[in-house]
Nanobody, 124 residues
Framework: QVQLVESGGGLVQAGGSLRLSCAAS????????MAWFRQAPGKEREFVAS????????YYADSVKGRFTISRDNAKNTMYLQMNSLKPEDTAVYYC?????????????????WGQGTQVTVSS
């Protein structure tokens, strides 16, 4: 069982930045592919970014490419999402997810563990 705890959400003006963190309880954190997803009110959960266990490969949704950066520190069992040039349409609850396999994926169904989410609100 892996427990995930997100932090770092908040209210920011358009054009601003936030850094989300996801702390994991996994003993073998580097064996887990990780990802960020988000869900806006009235919309389905959507993929944001993912990272392979070693950190050497990443995927991004087109909507955040060039603005968001996913990273991980396996020594600290923590994943990050640096969000720059935020837009009102980035407003959502952001969830971190972990899968019991080292490769990363775009698909929510391939992740086994989920955090409770952290709210990000971008005002115009």
């Amino acid at each position: 069982q892996v427990q995930l705890v997100e932090s770092g959400g908040g209210l920011v003006q358009a054009g601003g930045s936030l850094r989300l963190s996801c702390a994991a309880s996994a003993r073998t954190f580097s064996w887990h592919g990780m990802a960020w997803f988000r869900q806006a009110p009235g919309k389905e959960r959507e993929f944001v970014a993912s990272i392979i266990g070693s950190g050497g490969s990443t995927y991004y949704a087109d909507s955040v490419k060039g603005r968001f950066t996913i990273s991980r520190d396996n020594a600290k069992n923590t994943m990050y999402l640096q969000m720059n040039s935020l837009k009102p349409e980035d407003t959502a609850v952001y969830y971190c997810a972990s899968r019991s396999y080292y490769r990363n994926s775009y698909y929510a169904g391939e992740y086994d563990y989920w955090g409770q989410g952290t709210q990000v609100t971008v005002s115009s």
